[in-house]
RNA sequence: GCCGAGGUGGCGGAAUUGGUAUACGCGCACGACUCAAAAUCGUGUGGGCAUGUCCCUUGAGGGUUCAAGUCCCUCCCUCGGCACCA
């Protein structure tokens, strides 16, 4: 018997496929159009990671499984080769990227076909190439155009290491997201998109969507929306007399809270060391030089040393003071860094009392603190004496931090009442405004580096001073538009130049400041001399449309044709990683959201969710470990293709662990699925085509349940019960010797979407002639999905003690005379009354005795 | 610290959602084939001992129930995410 050859085997299938198109669906004409996309990768390391191998093996199953079920299943894929991950991946082998780009490209496209997905080829596009950023380009002009692309100088994340900004997302740990660099701050003036204006929208859609419950977690916590009030503090200079201060004092301060109800605690205010108050002159700070001192010290600090270094500091401002609208006391007021400025106000009321940070704060500096909430279980009397604890007071129970909701007392008129009410009861006592806020910032779109799609914008110097640009009317009155105009849309793309030096400089520019060809530029308004943008956008953005662009990546004259966005979009499933939870799952939701709000975008959709259902897999491991270069562990995919094949590389990793959680890969374990289709394979050689004439009913009846096993499983991502469900269905063939060809059909089918080559050829060599990735998935029979007889199970007082065979469908009183047929059972029961006879019905019968 | 997922044989992992715990696979042991080995096939494989239609066993302890890996309470540990967001 000839082995199964599955390098010849799978190069035969790959060279039909693809003459055959079995895997191209017409996108302009099919019936039943169903978008199956996975992650498309970034081509930056020395090959496709088995990690995008596991993802895609995944994706891919499941739109085999959909193909075969009758969709025309659109399963592209392309390369995110654009961007500051190349680049690095270039610097470090010392290419220049754009050479590097088609070296990728070969490699991961070479390797992309021999794993045996079902891409739709002619579809393919890369993020670098001109016809696509062109378009990436234009959506930056649309984001100008409705207000949502501005400047502003902010302090912002600058990652050493990678010479660029990041925008907060990419900063994990206070470390940069690509290189692992611990990120600074930097005072710049950039470029941002509005994602916050989609704040609300992006978080209350995640309740219509069907996406991995931890990354709509993730998201919901990124974006962080509270509930709070905004309060004016008046500030005084304390040379003035005490009666005439309060009213005449011109300066104010508000802080955001979540807590108004705690008002009559904040015993102290605390600014953010960029918080405007802090410049001002006139103010009377005594000790400005204390001050400034400190700002510029925690200005300087690091993210990773904020984060580590969480003791917390600051400095009085002495000669001012706040005044507590509640109960109009004098408050000390300081600078610290633990307030941050982009968040609410960027002042906050210090509340020790009743929050952690104030209470570490006010402990540190030995300030005193106030209980104003007691917890509702507790018995106060009213009313209490107005108290003022000191940390160092022996009563520690009175200063103890609570951070919980409660009864209010130490607050006037308000002792008494529960916190709930008294939040909004105390926020209009002291004319506050009841607000939303929003942990979302805005994304920082702006890099100062090479490898990218140049930001398409101009800046005019003589429109700047004559208060010119291209900017919305309503965008206008908001820093940073003066002087700039988008490049018209006729001019795109505006392509990056071959500069040689492309390496980041490290002066807050890109390289192609240094291309004076490429940023001489005329002012589309004023057509005198300007100046072009020479930061290129984040990577980001590039990702952030390309599902649009797959149906029709050769389209020349529009992003995405209008008739093909209806038939496909929404995707009818997303499947990628769960580390884009708040990176590109986010961008990619609010680019939709936006272009749909500018009508550039227009699919059949409630709410304009480009993906109703995402699945995030799991995280491959490999021997209990993380893979990494340094521990030597990293799985190369092609080694294991070559050796073992595609089909069962792929089974194996389907295998291994439910795809979605992500799991252990051992050597040993593939052993066992080469096994296992060896046998297969076997199997139906050894038969030469004799296959049985009558159906065997046992065979035939777990065919049927197996069948409905396979898919149900198959649809909640559950690859590995589905194999194992094959492997016990198969092992029932080997034992049978053998079975119709109706039945081993069947089981071909099932397989297919897993090992796809085997058993094509296995499908070719029983005499069918098409594809059986287009044939039919198997059906089943409800009424043969379970057998006719089952195991019941006898228990007495609820210990297992026997099992008997028994009919379907048996009435309690035959199931009891059955059990007490059992001579264990009927020894047992002997001579007993049961006081009870649980039956549970074609399952178990339970005597308590 | 907060949020999320999880803890089941030597290992990866199953368990119809409260109803035979350890499916399937790996590994291991023994046997067959072989001069031998690999491959392949067969048998066995949670632990205990008094070898039984016995007892114990799903991170630890308690509870509910005829019945708990599954539900409730307390605690411990591992992994992932967020992290001074007022």
New binding site residues.
């Given amino acids: 018997m000839k082995r199964y050859n599955f390098s010849s085997a799978e190069k035969k299938w790959n060279a039909i496929w693809k003459t055959k198109r079995v895997y191209e669906p017409d996108l302009s004409s099919t019936k039943k159009p169903f978008y199956n996309l996975m992650m498309f990768p970034y081509p930056s390391a020395e090959g496709l990671h088995v990690g995008n191998m596991y993802a895609f093996t995944g994706s891919d199953i499941y739109g085999r499984f959909k193909r075969m079920q009758g969709y025309d299943v659109f399963e592209p894929m392309g390369l995110d080769g654009f961007g500051i991950h190349s680049e690095n991946y270039a610097i470090k082998i010392g290419t220049h990227p754009v050479k590097q780009a088609k070296i990728s490209e070969r490699r991961f496209y070479k390797q992309l076909e021999i794993v045996g997905n079902g891409f739709a080829w002619n579809e393919r596009l890369e993020t670098y190439d001109p016809e696509y950023y062109k378009w990436t380009q234009w959506i930056f002009v649309q984001m100008w155009k409705h207000g949502l692309a501005y400047r502003k100088k902010q302090p912002v994340n600058w990652c050493p290491s990678c010479k660029t900004v990041l925008a907060?997302e990419q900063?994990?740990?206070g470390k940069c997201e690509r290189c692992g660099t611990i990120v600074v701050k930097k005072e710049l003036e950039q470029w941002f998109f509005k994602i916050t204006k989609y704040a609300e929208r992006l978080l209350q859609n995640l309740e219509t969507i069907d996406w991995s419950?931890?990354v709509k977690?993730?998201q919901r916590?990124?974006i962080?929306k509270?509930e709070?009030a905004l309060i004016k503090f008046k500030i005084i200079n304390d040379k003035f007399q005490i009666n005439s201060k309060a009213q005449n004092s011109k300066h104010e301060v508000e802080?955001?809270?979540?807590?108004p109800d705690t008002l009559f605690g904040a015993t102290y205010m605390v600014l953010?060391p960029e918080h405007p108050l802090l410049e001002n002159k006139e103010l009377g700070i005594r000790n400005y030089d204390d001050v400034a001192k400190y700002v510029a010290s925690a200005k300087k600090k690091s993210?990773e040393e904020?984060?580590e270094?969480?003791?917390?500091?600051g400095v009085e401002l002495k000669g001012v003071k706040a005044i507590n609208p509640a109960n109009n006391e004098e408050i000390p007021i300081f600078v610290a860094?633990?307030?941050?400025?982009?968040?609410?106000?960027?002042?906050?009321?210090a509340?020790p009392g009743h929050?952690?940070?104030?209470s570490?704060f006010a402990r540190k500096l030995d300030l005193p603190v106030r209980r104003v909430i007691a917890p509702r279980e507790s018995n106060f009397q009213f009313p209490i004496s107005n108290f003022q604890i000191n940390p160092n007071d022996q009563n520690p129970k009175e200063t103890e931090l609570y951070e919980g909701d409660g009864i209010l007392i130490n607050s006037g008129k308000f002792d008494g009442i529960d916190s709930e009410k008294a939040k909004w009861e105390i926020t209009k006592f002291v004319e506050g405004k009841k607000t939303t806020?929003y942990?979302l910032?805005d994304w920082l779109v702006s890099r100062q580096r090479y490898w990218g799609p140049p930001i398409p914008m101009v800046y005019c110097e003589s429109c700047a001073k004559a208060g010119r640009s291209d900017a919305p009317s309503f965008a206008k009155a908001t820093e940073g538009t003066a002087g700039w105009y988008a490049v018209p849309e006729k001019n795109l793309p505006v392509k990056l130049p071959f500069v040689k030096d492309f390496r980041p400089k490290g002066k807050d520019e890109s390289p192609l400041a240094s291309a004076k060809s490429f940023f001489e530029a005329r002012c589309p308004g004023c057509r005198g001399k300007a100046r072009r943008e020479t930061d290129v956008s984040d990577t980001f953005l590039d990702s952030a449309w390309y599902y649009l662009r797959y149906i029709d990546p050769k389209n020349k004259k529009e992003p995405f044709a209008a008739s093909r966005i209806k038939r496909w979009l929404p995707v009818n499933m997303y499947i990628g990683g769960?580390?884009h939870?708040?990176l590109h799952l986010l961008y990619v939701r609010f680019v939709a959201l936006a272009l749909r709000d500018m009508k550039l975008l227009n699919f059949p959709s409630k709410t304009g969710e480009p993906f109703p259902l995402f699945r995030a897999h799991g995280?491959l491991i490999k021997d209990?470990a993380?893979m990494s270069k340094s521990k030597g562990n990293v799985i190369n995919p092609d080694e294991y293709i070559k050796e073992f094949g595609a089909d069962a590389f792929r089974t194996y990793l389907m295998?291994?662990?439910?795809f979605e959680?992500?799991?252990?890969f051992?050597d040993?374990?593939i052993?066992?699925?080469?096994?296992?289709l060896?046998?297969i394979w076997?199997f139906q050689e050894g038969l030469k085509g004799k296959f049985a004439k009558k159906e065997s009913p046992s065979i035939e009846q777990f065919l049927h349940y197996t069948v409905k096993k396979v898919t149900e499983d198959i649809e909640s991502l559950?690859y590995?019960?589905a194999?194992?469900a094959l492997?016990?269905l198969f092992?029932k063939f080997?034992e049978a010797g053998s079975v119709t060809k109706g039945q081993y059909k069947t089981f071909v089918c099932l397989i297919a979407p897993f090992a796809p080559y085997l058993s094509e050829e296995l499908w070719g060599r029983i005499g069918e002639k098409k594809s059986i990735h287009r044939s039919p998935w198997p059906r089943y029979n409800p009424r043969l999905v379970v057998a006719e007889t089952?195991?019941l199970?006898v228990?007495i007082?609820?210990?297992?003690?026997?099992?008997v065979e028994a009919e379907r469908g048996l009435s309690e009183e035959k199931a009891r005379t059955l059990a007490l047929s059992?001579?264990?059972v009927h020894?047992a029961v002997e001579g007993k009354t049961p006081k009870?006879v649980?039956y549970?019905k074609d399952?178990?019968i339970?005597f308590?005795i």
């Avoid at 270094?309 to 500091?313: G, L, P, V």
């Avoid at 860094?337 to 009321?349: C, F, N, P």
Wanted: net charge positive; glycine share 10%.
């Fill in positions: 907060d900063v994990i740990d419950e931890k977690i993730a916590n990124w962080g509270s709070g802080v955001f809270t979540t807590r953010a993210e904020r984060i270094n969480k003791e917390k500091t860094d633990y307030v941050l400025s982009g968040y609410g106000t960027g002042a906050i009321m509340v929050d952690l940070r104030d570490d806020q942990r910032r769960a580390e939870s708040v995280l209990g993380k295998f291994l662990a439910p959680q992500g799991g252990d051992r040993q374990g052993l066992g699925i080469t096994r296992f060896d046998r076997k559950h590995n019960t194999i194992s492997m016990i092992n080997e089952f195991p199970v228990q007082n609820g210990k297992h003690r026997a099992t059992h001579p264990m020894k009870r649980i549970v399952r178990l339970n308590v």
